[in-house]
């Protein structure tokens, strides 16, 4: 069966940066941004990215591309003889659906509350009403079950129909929207009386802020955002690797997404804080953000519908860009391991995906009495523990030893297939760096991961 192909590199590059693209970009981004001193965290957040991010999204596309195959078959293909390397294209796969189980749930959310912003639910609502709302919804298992399985099956549905035709074709033009709707909100949020105060507290460095926190803690805030925000681990990023041509390096490539991705996270914040600040609210981190404290901002904001509904578009799109591209790794693994055409593997994963992704809905009410990480916790907060703290750092610790070590493919066949085309090279001194510092930082992001 011949493999499929991308159509164009915008494709490409818009899929991948789609993938990296989520929520963690608007909910944790600018909120650690303004705690951890504004810009001087970003400059730590830029290093990072830089020297950890980018160097294993390399490889991770390296693999994909030399090998033309997904993550459960894609260390087989390059590894020696005897050799036990594709065993991680199991954990891999684990980590793909894992990430799904929750996902398709909080993507869920943002649709819902697309859809209370445009159908005018929250005007007139106080703070308290404005909680309760998120609360309500949570506890109705109706509600989350019909919006996780509106995302899943939009998601597969639009697999289903191909590469170019379906995921291409669709992530392209949300991916656009997502840009321009982005901006849109900036620029709006910065003409906010009172918003510059907001964008001061967001992006001034502020060096007594750091210290109050504590530098060490700063530094792995940033290293830890700036490695997880690519999703990397667990072959996402590989398989449109797969998929594309050697007409460019893959070096210059990651760079491209890396910037689209930073462009977002940074974005968010110009949104955020600047309204915040100009309503006199808080902005928090995590749920209470989005479902809470926007809501309530829109709420106090002339045309704040449309404002508000503009923002539940935009967080759809970024939750369900990352959606689509992790179902097409899904599928593609299915294609690859058990060689169904494309129609097959998505039927079955229609049914897996929706199945799997019962207990994260339950896990808010009838299962709310299973709290694994102790009093308060969900069973969403196992799930996301397990994927961003065990299962993607060594995903990407296995990446990126495959491609140094001589126990694996090499460092001379990784830089060879990424230098490949026009664009920036990878130089032969990051030799040293690669094979002997890269993987000591992340062990010790794998380890404050499991201690913190």
């Known amino acids: 069966m011949e493999r499929e192909k991308l159509g164009s590199r915008m494709g490409f590059i818009l899929l991948s940066a789609g993938c990296a693209i989520g929520i ?13 001193g504004g810009g001087v965290f970003v400059l730590f957040y830029l290093f990072f990215l830089v020297i950890m991010g980018i160097p294993v999204m390399t490889m991770e596309f390296a693999v994909g591309r030399a090998s033309r195959k997904s993550i459960i078959k894609s260390f087989t293909e390059l590894e020696k003889p005897g050799q036990k390397w594709h065993l ?4 891999g796969m684990a980590g793909n659906y894992l990430l799904m189980m929750f996902y398709t749930t909080v993507a869920g959310w943002m649709l819902y509350y697309f859809y209370l912003m445009l159908t005018g639910r929250f005007q007139g ?3 308290e009403q404005v909680g309760g709302m998120f609360q309500e919804m949570l506890d109705s298992p109706g509600v989350l079950t019909a919006v996780m399985a509106i995302i899943v099956v939009a998601g597969i549905l639009i697999c289903s129909m191909g590469l170019q035709n379906g995921v291409e074709r669709i992530t392209k033009v949300m991916m656009s929207l997502l840009l321009i709707i982005i901006v849109v909100l900036a620029v709006h949020s910065l003409t906010l009386k009172g918003g510059m105060e907001g964008l001061k507290f967001y992006l001034s460095p502020d060096w007594q802020r750091m210290k109050d926190i504590g530098i060490w803690e700063t530094v792995t805030a940033a290293m ?16 449109f690797g797969s998929y594309i041509d050697k007409k460019h390096t893959l070096l210059g490539e990651s760079v491209n997404i890396a910037i689209l991705d930073t462009f977002v996270a940074i974005v968010s914040g110009l949104i955020i804080f600047p309204s915040c600040f100009a309503f006199g609210i808080s902005p928090d981190m995590g749920p209470s953000l989005i479902f809470i404290t926007l809501p309530n901002v829109f709420n106090g904001m002339a045309g704040g519908r449309i404002w508000g509904t503009l923002f539940f578009i935009f967080m759809t799109f970024a939750a369900f860009s990352t959606i689509l591209a992790v179902f097409e790794n899904i599928i593609s693994c299915g294609m690859d391991l058990f060689h169904w055409d494309r129609k097959k593997s998505c039927i079955i994963n229609l049914i897996a995906l929706f199945v799997l992704s019962l207990p994260c809905v339950l896990g808010y009410n009838l299962w709310s009495g299973i709290q694994p990480l102790g009093e308060g916790s969900t069973i969403l907060d196992l799930e996301d523990f397990a994927v961003s703290n065990v299962i993607l750092p060594i995903g990407s610790l296995c990446y990126l ?4 070590s001589r126990m694996g493919w090499g460092f001379d066949k990784y830089r060879e297939e990424a230098n490949i085309g026009e664009g920036l090279k990878i130089p032969k001194w990051i030799r040293i760096y690669a094979t002997y510092i890269l993987p000591v930082l992340l062990l010790l ?5 499991w201690i913190g």
């Open 125 to 127: 609502k106080n703070l």
């Open 224 to 239: 830890n955002q700036a490695f997880f925000t690519l999703s990397l681990g667990i072959g996402a990023m590989a398989i």
């Open 24 to 36: 963690g970009n608007v909910w944790r981004f600018p909120y650690i941004t303004g705690l951890y």
């Open 88 to 91: 991680h294209g199991y954990l």
């Open 445 to 449: 992001l794998i380890i404050l991961g």
């Open 401 to 404: 030893l495959f491609c140094v």
